[in-house]
Structure formats: C-alpha cells, structure tokens
C-alpha cells in the first residue's frame, strides 16, 4: 500500500469524514501534515489549549483522561471537536509505539471547514445592477 493509500485509508476509517467522495479527501489530505514520532513522546496535555486534529496512520497513541485510557491505531483520531470549538484538551495525547500521524492545525482546520465552493455564495453571481434603489 502507497504511503498516499495509507493516509487516505486512515481518513476513511477515522468516520469523520464518511460522506466525502476520493476526490474530496484527497483535497484535504493536502491541509494535513504527515509526522513521525518516537514512542513515549507527548503529542497533547490535558487542560491546555488543543493545537492539531490529530489521526493516526500508523503506530499507536494512548489517550488518557481522568484514569481513563484509550488506545488508538489506524484511523483513530483526537482532537475533531475541540478544533470545532478551540477548546482545552479533555485527555493527554501520548504515543504508545513509534508512529506515523497526520496533524492538523489552527490555519489548515478552519481553511478546511470552509463549505465546498459549489455552496458558497459568490457576490460575482449575483445579476449585474446598473444602479442601487433609492433609499
């Protein structure tokens, strides 16, 4: 499987993006980083401002939150909503193994929450006006 393949593959799995088409996540695939990381390393701390959608292509990360821990291999995802909302980091984010993940930050997120351009509202659309009503 082509290193594209597996990234593509983890978007799939994740289900944050179920209703999009190939052509469509490839389009956001571009918006993410691919980084590596070395196992034990801190990726998120509970109660700090949340930085990255984070999504795993390979390895595996540990998602720890009030004793509780999840772990989370090809596909699994943190972060998503709080981007939404700029929130705090409910868990620490840590990896378990040596892993490859896709990132994703502040600039990239809002640029890709943007609607498909065949629903924004475009002013050029709009019928040519000679003149403005009076008011």
């Known amino acids: 499987m082509s290193s594209e393949d597996e990234r593509l593959s983890a978007l799939r799995v994740s289900g944050l993006f179920t209703s ?9 695939l571009a918006r993410f980083d691919e980084i590596r990381v070395r196992a034990g390393e801190i990726l998120a701390v509970e109660g700090e401002l ?23 291999g090809h596909g699994g995802s943190t972060g998503w909503s709080l981007m939404c909302a700029r929130g705090i980091n409910s868990a620490s984010v840590t990896a378990v193994t040596d892993a ?3 990132v994703m ?13 065949a629903r924004r509202f475009h002013f050029w659309a709009l019928p040519n006006r000679t003149h403005l009503p009076a008011t």
């Open 100 to 102: 490859r993940l896709l």
């Open 20 to 28: 999009w088409d190939d052509r469509a996540l490839r389009g956001l």
């Open 50 to 72: 949340c930085h990255q959608l984070i999504l795993v292509i390979a390895g595996r990360v540990e998602k720890c939150a009030s004793g509780s821990t999840t772990t989370l």
């Open 105 to 117: 930050g502040h600039a990239q997120f809002r640029a890709a929450e943007q609607p498909p351009p």
